[in-house]
Structures are given as C-alpha cells and as structure tokens.
C-alpha cells in the first residue's frame, strides 16, 4: 500500500506545518470558547479549522466543551438529589409560611375592601 | 394542617384557585435549589426564596395560568436573582484574579519544539465513560455543580447566567457592568476549569463503558 504511505508521510508534513507555523493550542482552546459564546471573525475560524485538522486534543476539547455547554443547560432539571444541594431548612419553612400568612392575610383583607 | 385562605384570581374566562400556603410544601425545595446553584449561600438563598412567594401574592393578578405554577414561581425567582447580581456587582468590583488565566500555563508547557501546545499527559483526555450515559445519571449533575462550586463567584456567575439561563454576552456584561473582553476571559476561564473538573472527577473515573 504505497499510495497510502504517501497519503500519510503528506498528512504529517501538513500536520507539521500548522502546528508549526499558526497559533499555539493555548490560543486556539481560546477560540474555541469563544465560538461557543460568539460568531467568530473568519480568520479566527480559519485558524481553529486547520489546527483542528492537525491536534486530536484540541478536537477533544472542542467536543467535551459542547458537552459541558449542553451539561449546564440541563443541570437545573436534574438536581433532584438533596446530597447535593441541601434543601430548604425547617427553620426558613416555617419562617416563610408565617410571612406568607401575614401577607394573605392582607392580600385578602384588601380584596374584601375593594 | 390549614394552609391559609384560597385566593380565587379571576382571568377572562375561568377562574383558578391559587393557594399560597401551599407554596412552600410544593415549590419549596425546587427554588431553593435553584437559587442555591446560582447564589451558593444559604441565607441568601432562602431570603430570595422568601421574597419570590411575597411577590407573586402581590402579583397574582397577573398569572394568567397559561404556565405551571412551577414555571411562573421560577421566573419571579429568576429576576430577583438577577437583581441581586447587578446590585452585587455594582457593590464588589471584579478580583483582577477572576481574569487570571495563569493557572492553566502547566497544561501548555513542553519540553520540546512545540512551545505552548498541549502538555502531553495534561491534554484532554478520552473519555472512558460515555457522555450520553451521563447526562442520565443525577449524580453526574451532582459533580457538575460540585465543579461549578469551586469556582471562584463571579467566575460561576458568569458562567451559570451563560450557559444555564442562556443569556448572551450583552445582556450579561449590562446586569454584571462586565467590559467584553473580561467576559470571554472569565468564560474561557470557566470551560477550562469545569472540563477538567467533570473529567478527573466523573469521565476518568469508576467503570470503564
């Protein structure tokens, strides 16, 4: 399989080239942040394309930073466990519904007058 | 035990009996969870709590019951929040360190030619256990939030008001007075530190799927 010998030898050599010559992976995990909270420039997505192309852990970062984005976004439905977040203490239960039946009391008090 | 009175709200067509003295049983804990994950003190989170249930009394006559009660106690609850962090930020200036991204500098260092690439065994990882799987688990969501917790506050500020209440990055430098390019920081700041985070602490750990 020689043709395929020299697909790879040239992926290297490009792989090389952009890892050598464009920004850093410290600047492009930056970018792709940034792509998550905003439209990037078209420079800064050519960048990110082509290292991409090249780094599998910035390929890595790019995907579990999506996940964690979608993780986030689900994380209010699902705390459900007390462990984690405690819940609301007997004192403050007792404490709101008695400001709570003061504030009916009134509520009512002034419907009645209305 | 007797709740309180009933208070019947009239809307155009029909009548729906809203009784408040059963807030706390029913909605209770979810808004303190709520409020908990976002404002990380206690106090501050019951007093919110408590503020939300007074307001919607006052304004019952504007829920129409086109959403869950649930929903429309929630969304009180999310401005209130939201008016504490403006006021919040207003009071206590950003911590020069909440823009500091030096703590990630050992995950770029190298030896060789590839200066400021990936370190090689700090890089991100693959992970062992499926990220499918996981947003079906509650305890994975007890990590995440456990990540979040460690963050510094406005860091998790900006970050909770980003990606869990899905406001855009004008909206979020207007309440916090953020410039923009301090939001990207603190954002990228963020993502950093809750990807390594759910990492070492769920995707690197236990069975491997």
Known sequence: ?114 | MQTGETITVSVVENAIAIDPGTWVDEHGDQLFRYAIVRLRDESLAEDCVQETLLSAIQSLGSYGGKSTERTWLIGILKHKIIDHFRKHSREVPLDPSDTDLSEFDPLFERDDEFKHHWHDTLSPRIWRRSPDEALQENEFFGVLQNCMSKLPERVATVFSMREMNGFDAEEICEILSLSSSNFWVIMHRARMALRRCIEINWFMKGKIS
């Not at chain 1, 020299?6 to 920004?23: G, H, S």
């Not at chain 1, 964690?68 to 609301?88: M, V």
């Open chain 1, 1 to 114: 399989m020689a043709e395929t010998g020299i697909i790879q030898k040239l992926r290297r050599a490009r792989n090389l080239f952009i890892l050598r010559t464009l920004p850093p992976c410290k600047d492009i995990v930056k970018i792709v942040s940034a792509s998550l909270d905003r439209k990037l420039t078209i420079r800064e997505r050519a960048v990110m394309r082509l290292h991409l192309l090249a780094c599998k852990p910035c390929v890595r970062y790019m995907e579990q930073s999506h996940f964690l984005s979608s993780a986030a976004s689900q994380l209010d439905d699902n705390l459900k466990d007390d462990l984690f977040t405690g819940r609301l203490s007997d004192e403050a239960r007792d404490r709101i519904k008695n400001a709570l039946k003061a504030s009916t009391g009134l509520f009512a008090l002034v419907l009645a007058t209305l």
